[in-house]
């Protein structure tokens, strides 16, 4: 976590909690949680995460995958499933066939998208 403290502190975290009697959430809330964070990997079983699985976002569509954000959103997913992999092969896999399959393709406005 970021302490915003003095660079001075000798300690700039040490009022932080670390531990918590419970996960801070009911069951059911942490059920609509995960189903929801499940609905943004595998789009339409392409693989592709994106950051709202939905093309009327207010303000505008959001329906993009981005490359950095779609690896840390599967590291989190592993995560949360305790790195099970049986549990997570189905949008571990997609995923993996998803990057290969977008690095190799030309970008039609010639720009090298993996250095974005």
Known sequence: P????STDDKNPCSD???????PGFTQEYYDIMY?????NL???GSGAVVAAPDEETPGGSYYYHWMRDAGLSI?????????????????????????????HKADP???DVRIE
């Open 75 to 103: 590291k989190a997913w592993l995560d949360i499933n305790d790195n099970d992999y049986d549990k997570v092969k189905t949008e571990l896999e997609a995923y993996a066939d998803w990057v290969a399959k977008v690095q």
């Open 42 to 44: 595998n789009i339409q």
């Open 35 to 39: 189903a929801n964070y499940l609905a």
């Open 2 to 5: 970021w302490c915003y403290h």
């Open 109 to 111: 406005n010639d720009i």
């Open 16 to 22: 932080i909690v670390w531990s918590a009697p419970d």
